[in-house]
């Protein structure tokens, strides 16, 4: 856990960053999923040893991740533990989106 240099308080670090194919209209988006306390007992339990792991995180988005079709990648971070993307564009992929400049079919840069 951080402290917030101010005012000296825990911040809590714990999200998921998405991309991938929405439902309708089926086009190539992103979203961050901000992890409850209930998401993360949810992740915990399943985890067994308190470790994160790119497969509890892929079942955790397989049961709340509904708003995709598909989902192309993510990256998550929960305090000091990190999944990072598994392609090394899908972080331009992301950023692109979330700024507005992707285009299907096109580079994300």
């Known amino acids: 856990m951080k402290l917030d240099p ?17 439902w309708l ?3 190539q988006a ?3 999923y901000d992890l ?7 992740i915990g ?6 470790e994160l792991t790119r497969d509890l995180i892929q079942d955790w988005l397989a049961r709340h ?4 079709a598909s989902i192309t990648d993510f990256h998550a971070q929960v305090g000091e533990q990190e999944i ?3 392609k090394d564009d899908s972080e331009d992929a ?3 989106i979330v700024e507005g400049y992707y285009q299907e079919g096109a580079s994300p840069l």
Do not use: C
């Not at 101010?6 to 929405?22: C, D, F």
């Not at 339990?45 to 308190?50: C, E, I, P, S, V």
């Not at 991740?65 to 995709?68: H, K, M, T, V, Y």
């Open 30 to 32: 992103a979203q961050v």
């Open 94 to 96: 992301y950023d692109a």
């Open 6 to 22: 101010y005012v000296m308080k825990p911040v809590r670090i714990a999200y998921v960053q998405v991309i991938g194919k929405l």
């Open 36 to 42: 409850t306390d209930l998401d993360l007992y949810e």
């Open 84 to 86: 990072p993307w598994s």
């Open 45 to 50: 339990k399943a985890a067994h040893t308190g």
């Open 25 to 27: 209209p089926a086009i």
């Open 65 to 68: 991740g509904n708003d995709f």
